[in-house]
């Protein structure tokens, strides 16, 4: 027996995928307004590649003087 997608599960993951996106960019806007630099990092888009660059990033984003603790 074949699978098939409900169009109402459909329907539901779009309109999830809406209000998450809209929560992220209200999220970021206040963290922004209290001094922080946001960056939204998701699972999906992390590779070996992708990591490296991460952490060079966040290395020069790091405060001077800020250490591991």
């Known amino acids: 027996m074949k699978e098939t997608k409900d169009k109402t ?3 539901f993951e779009r309109a999830k995928i809406t209000r998450n996106k ?12 209290k001094g922080w630099k946001v960056m939204r990092i998701w699972e999906h888009e992390l590779s070996r590649k992708n990591s490296a660059r991460l952490l060079r990033r966040l290395a ?3 405060p ?5 603790e």
């Open 9 to 11: 599960n459909t329907d």
């Open 60 to 62: 020069v984003l790091r």
């Open 22 to 33: 809209a929560r992220d960019k209200e999220v970021n806007r206040l963290l922004r307004a």
């Open 64 to 68: 001077r003087g800020a250490g591991a």
